[in-house]
């Protein structure tokens, strides 16, 4: 699970928080008490042969998808941009 870590503490300690990041910490950072981001080790990429790629894509669609997510309303409740100055 990862540490919350609010954003004044990152940027005052940020090099022990990369530190411990490299050696495999995860953090939550926060705005506001608010989650904003994700940190932890760098994860080099990972190729997939294609096959695997192509037997995913060839995986059927959920026909009832769009119907299910319709069903939810997805608003945060803020109506508004939560990033904006207004």
């Known amino acids: 699970m990862a540490e919350i870590i609010p954003q004044r503490e ?3 300690n940020v090099s ?3 530190r411990a990041a490299e ?7 926060t705005v506001d008490g608010r989650p ?3 940190l ?3 994860r ?9 790629v192509a037997a995913l894509l060839a995986t ?5 998808l769009l119907d299910d997510v319709a069903e939810h309303d997805l ?3 803020l109506g508004h941009d939560p990033w904006s100055d207004a």
Not at 60 to 64: K, M
């Open 23 to 29: 050696g495999g910490a995860h953090y939550t950072v």
């Open 75 to 77: 608003d945060d409740g």
């Open 60 to 64: 059927p669609t959920d026909v009832h």
């Open 10 to 12: 990152l940027r005052n």
């Open 44 to 52: 080099p990429r990972q190729w997939v042969h294609r096959d695997e």
């Open 36 to 38: 904003v981001a994700e």
């Open 16 to 18: 022990a928080v990369l």
């Open 40 to 42: 932890g080790p760098h």
